[in-house]
């Protein structure tokens, strides 16, 4: 059975005529071109599938899409902004918290989560939130101190952007 | 990053199909007949095939074991064994089909261990090998070890046994296979090894190998899982020769965890002799590896049982008996540290007890013996810088190694969980000495192709898999030639295209790759000083490349921009493109087996943990690490670290989690719920401290990153856990059960400890008895082919 579902992803409102019980990210993957979202293990243990719902993190491989009309939805491809990237891929880029990338995408969603909740985050806060998020390549150190240089930066930016 | 690299998955063709296969659910059985009649008749259905429809070739990656067939024709070895495989027009329609092929089993007595194998020769898994269910056995002696027993003041005998686990990249393989009207393949996958498949896909598809193009789709990790040609990857070829289509195969986890060839379980036996002030007298190890199915890369693994020990302490006489046993398990092969961090817990374990017993520090104690640089080991492999006795002395220091060992140890622990510290260090290869076949071609090729725009294109083989490959050999060409990294464009892994290089593994890309790099950069470079010489009415040799020019630096007013140097050199040479080669120096031992073992050069760590026990509960918390790693020279920090911390990383979930086990036939935990590797929450902070040596042998003095810091973790945490509750755990991974059971028997006054209580009976061969070599200066002249220009 086939249903047509109206997506917001990235800002961009889609129309879709998909089967039920395909998961959102094989639409993202194979209906929408969106392949910077990875699958790691199709039972939402390894996080790699990571998307935003309004905002908060969740495991694409579990989630339906039509049960999120309506709902705007944030994948990789979304985060950088005009062609300038994210300050939490830049930090990655420059701190070498991505080695294979492969996890990185859900890593930098569920960052960009944390972050937006709470603008400075202490490490182990950072910790508890990536928990969900495996990496086999990097041991976490990089990913943590990125994100921690990433929060610094935000703040910052916010700060002076307040203050003008 | 920017979720723009494309993996083998995201890789979409018009007309793709899809395919997946049929996969035994029989640990060990016959296959009576296979029916695909209904499969066949699903609408959507392309094409079924079982190995009845391919060439009866059989293949591995090893010429000695040639063992495996991408579909199974008459049996079935394991559970995750290939018998059939479908084409159609989406992925369910052909996992669908694969529901509907009646497969007539026959079932056999599965062999679940090295025990169960050994006791039942009458159950036959490969008819080839060095016995029943045996598939390889080796024994190599140097000096004579019993003598030195007799001389020692301690002579210890322990026995070990390291669970077996399994990679885990969080990318599952994936493969898209096009063979075009011109009756041309391409592949692309996500493979670390494009060559070897190539070669390989040759033979088993009956395709000449002109017709046959390998490409690297960039990997979402390998730690050595991807170094196989795989039944999947064939089956597409196949396939896609049917179809006509290009056709797509995506494992799922599950499937991940039987193609797998991971870390061999392993039982050893070691027996070593010691001084009073903690000298190596001689020492004594034999090993038992689960093989599982199939060869793969086992006959190498079994000598990396044995091999690599003796680089990194003085041991004069050295005896080493090993045996691969084939189980109907999915076969093991090479993880991150192939077949050396087995060996390396059982030594580090053993020689913390001996300090104990001969009262000496056990940092103070390995200080004491590690080997000399530029000399050699009792079984003829060359040991060229070592940084070990710095590596030590770094960590003991960063971590106040003193002060915790001595105090904590006297009862001062500063927490109620009991706190504890261990070391442990190792040694291992950049890259191996010899190749998968023999021959006497170059390891690695580069070609650099200037263009007139001053950019530069670099072509190799090799693979990134994320250690950064593609940005080192990137650095090597910018920094020869003075131009921008951005300037360089790196084209890797391309069998049609780029020059061979043997794979991303045993931690031979940088070093082999980037000499092949650098020399293709050398001669490049002497080609455009020749035409700028010219123009400039100087001497070649005066000139410098340095911040996108070429010129003399004391007249830097006249130097050429890059890009006009590069014109003036086409215009003098025609095209600029210039090959660099590289194989590493001849050094193999001249005794059978003597080929596994040399590498140009050896990187060396060692490591601290700091962690508590938990003696209501058994459970294991890490404080921090600290590893110092002798790279040579850090080339780019940041990836180094990266390297050895990702090396920690793992190490940590094989010592204390992670295992690939069995029960009934099945494999208890084939999905990520069930196997459990550390998260941020179990990983703790790790301190990373780089020595560096200069080795002669290296790209700029480097050595290799990605494998040996692995190595010293596991015992480090296995002496750590001693140190804090005085308990031996003598197998990995240490869980809190065996801890309590450890516990529990030091209370009923039994030995503290849980480990191997008994060795397999097994008649190892006679050994091949050669003099050692050790403390031999290394040699004074050396063969390094292709490499005459350095030697000049």
């Known amino acids: 059975m086939k249903a047509r579902i109206a997506l917001s992803v990235n800002d961009q409102p889609h129309e879709l005529l998909v089967p039920v019980h395909k998961t959102l990210l094989e639409v993202l993957r194979e209906d929408l071109g969106l392949t910077g979202t990875k699958h790691g293990c199709e039972l939402g243990e390894c996080g790699t599938c990571t998307v935003l719902v309004d905002g908060e993190p969740v495991l694409s491989c579990l989630a339906l899409p039509v049960e999120l009309e309506g709902r705007r939805i944030t994948t990789v491809e979304g985060l950088a902004e005009g062609g300038r990237l994210h300050p939490l891929q830049q930090a990655f880029a420059e701190l070498g918290a991505a080695q294979c990338g492969y996890c990185t995408p859900g890593v930098l969603l569920t960052a960009q989560a944390l972050l937006a909740a709470e603008a400075l985050p202490p490490r182990d806060r950072i910790r508890e939130a990536l928990a969900g998020n495996l990496c086999r390549c990097t041991g976490y150190t990089k990913i943590l101190d990125a994100v921690e240089l990433a929060a610094l930066r935000l703040s910052r930016g916010a700060r002076a952007g307040a203050g003008r | ?412 622990a500063p927490s109620e969980k009991k706190r504890g510290v261990g070391l442990a260090c190792s040694a291992y290869m950049t890259g191996a000495g010899t190749a998968i076949y023999w021959n006497a071609m170059p390891h690695s090729g580069v070609v650099l192709r200037a263009d007139r725009s001053g950019a530069v294109a670099l072509l190799c083989g090799a693979t990134d898999i994320g250690q950064g490959s593609d940005s080192i050999l990137a650095s090597f060409a910018a920094e020869v030639l003075g131009i921008a990294l951005k300037d360089v464009h790196v084209h890797p892994a391309d069998t049609t295209l780029t020059p061979v290089d043997l794979g991303s593994y045993s931690s031979r890309v940088t070093l082999m790759c980037g000499m092949a790099t650098i020399q293709a950069a050398e001669r490049l470079r002497g080609a455009i000083f020749e035409a700028v010489a010219k123009k400039l009415e100087v001497a070649p040799g005066a000139l410098v490349a340095r911040g996108g020019r070429v010129g003399v630096p004391e007249d830097w007013d006249t130097a050429v921009p890059f890009a006009q140097a590069v014109e003036l050199g086409e215009a003098m040479h025609g095209v600029l493109a210039f090959p660099g080669s590289y194989a590493p120096p001849r050094r193999a031992g001249k005794y059978k087996g003597g080929g596994v073992g040399p590498s140009p050069c050896y990187s060396y760590t060692a490591s601290v943990v700091d962690l508590s026990v938990d003696e209501e509960t058994g459970e294991i918390e890490l404080h921090d690490v600290w590893i110092a790693h002798d790279v040579g020279r850090a080339l780019n920090p940041l990836l180094v670290e990266g390297q050895v911390e990702g090396s920690v990383y793992m190490g940590i979930g094989e010592a204390l989690m992670e295992e690939q086990v069995f029960r009934k036939g099945l494999h208890k935990t084939p999905s990520m719920l069930d196997y459990k590797s550390p998260t941020t929450l179990e990983t703790p902070d790790i301190h990373t401290i780089l020595v560096e040596t200069d080795d002669p042998e290296g790209p700029f003095g480097a050595k290799e990153a990605g494998q040996g810091p692995l190595l010293p973790i596991m015992p480090a945490i296995a002496n750590a856990v001693y140190h804090a509750v005085g308990v031996r755990i003598d197998e990995v991974p240490i869980t809190p059960d065996k801890i309590l059971r450890a516990l529990e028997a030091r209370r009923r006054g039994k030995p503290a400890r849980v480990g191997p209580e008994k060795l397999p009976l097994f008649a190892f061969k006679e050994p091949v008895v050669v003099e050692s070599a050790f403390g031999q200066p290394a040699d004074a002249v050396v063969v390094r082919p292709f490499q005459a220009e350095r030697l000049a």
């Open chain 2, 1 to 412: 990053m920017t979720g723009e690299t494309r993996y083998a998955d995201d890789l979409v063709l018009p007309r793709m199909a899809h395919a997946k296969l049929l996969r035994s659910s029989h640990a060990h059985a016959r296959i009576r007949g296979i029916d695909t009649t209904r499969a066949r008749a699903l609408p959507g259905v392309l094409a079924v095939i079982t190995g009845a429809d391919l060439p009866r070739v059989r293949f591995g990656i090893l010429p000695v074991s040639q063992d495996e067939e991408a579909l199974c024709t008459e049996k079935v070895r394991m559970v995750g064994d290939a018998v059939a495989a479908v084409a159609a027009v989406d992925e369910e329609t052909a996992e669908q089909a694969c529901r509907l092929i009646d497969v007539a089993w026959e079932p056999l007595p599965a062999l679940m261990s090295i025990e169960e194998s050994l006791a039942h020769p009458e159950v036959r898994i490969h008819e080839y090998g060095d016995g029943p269910n045996v598939h390889k056995s080796v024994a190599l002696q140097f000096g004579d070890v019993e003598a030195a027993f007799a001389r020692a003041d301690l002579v210890r005998e322990d026995t070990f046994y390291y669970e077996g686990s399994t990679h885990l990249p969080l990318e599952q393989h994936a493969a898209v296979a096009h063979w075009g009207p011109d009756g041309k393949l391409t592949l692309w996958s996500s493979t670390q090894t494009p060559h070897y498949v190539h070669r390989l896909l040759a033979k088993i598809l009956d395709v000449p190998a002109a017709h046959v193009r390998v490409v690297a789709a960039p990997v979402g990790g390998g730690f050595g899982g991807k170094l196989d040609p795989f039944a999947h990857e064939i089956a597409a070829c196949h396939l896609s020769r049917l179809t006509g289509r290009p056709v797509k195969i995506a494992l799922t986890r599950e499937e991940v965890f039987y193609v797998h060839r991971g870390r061999h379980p392993v039982l050893m036996w070691l027996k070593t002799g010691f001084t009073r002030q903690g000298d190596i007298t001689g020492c004594h190890i034999k090993t038992w590896l689960d093989g599982g199915a199939y060869g793969s890369y086992g006959v190498a693994s079994t000598f990396y049982t044995g091999v690599i020990n003796p680089v990194s302490y003085k041991m004069p006489v050295y005896k080493f008996e090993g045996a691969r046993i084939f189980t109907n398990k999915p076969p093991c092969g090479p993880k991150r540290g192939h077949g050396t961090p087995q060996p390396r817990f059982a030594l580090e374990v053993q020689l913390d007890r001996a300090a104990e017993q001969l009262g000496l520090d056990p940092a103070a104690m390995r200080r004491r013996i590690v080997t000399e640089p530029f000399t050699k080991t009792a079984n003829h492999l060359t040991v060229t810088t070592t940084g070990l006795a710095e590596c030590i002395d770094r960590v003991v220091e960063a971590s106040g190694w003193r002060t915790k060992w001595r105090g904590w140890r006297a009862g001062e």
